[in-house]
């Protein structure tokens, strides 16, 4: 059972930074890739950031140079530093995990989801 829990969260002014974890329980295969996404309120789910087991990232546009993802050695604990946060950053963040393929950003690609963590950034 793949299980997935995020934490991290919080408020913060426009321009602050935050760190979200996410721990994953289990991966089912050698080969996966672990992603951060977002939804705030009215709106789609959007892929932030995601990283597979060879290290490889992508990001969204709206994010580069401000948001980072990494994962710990042993690959358990999935990390996405956010920093010059802005007003529209704000969203229920969600960490994710998909096996055997590599960093995408798209969310039909991911099967396995914890129950996220909010972010609010105020201006």
């Known amino acids: 059972q793949v299980q997935l829990q995020e934490s991290g969260g919080g408020s ?7 760190t979200l974890s996410c721990a994953v ?20 789910p959007e892929g932030v950031a ?10 969204a546009d709206s994010v580069k140079g401000r948001f980072t993802i990494s994962q710990d050695n042993n690959q358990d604990t999935l990390y996405l530093q956010m920093n010059m946060l802005k007003p529209e950053d704000t969203a229920m ?3 994710a995990a998909a096996w055997a393929i590599r960093a995408t950003i798209d969310p039909n690609l991911f099967g ?6 909010q972010v609010t950034v105020s201006s």
Request: overall charge neutral; some cysteine.
């Open 12 to 18: 913060v002014q426009s321009g602050g930074s935050l």
């Open 25 to 44: 329980s289990v991966h089912t295969y050698s080969t996966h890739c672990m992603g951060w996404f977002r939804q705030a309120p009215g709106k789609e």
């Open 50 to 59: 995601s990283i597979d087991s060879d290290g490889s990232t992508k990001y």
């Open 93 to 95: 963040y969600y960490c």
């Open 112 to 117: 396995y989801w914890g129950q996220g963590t």
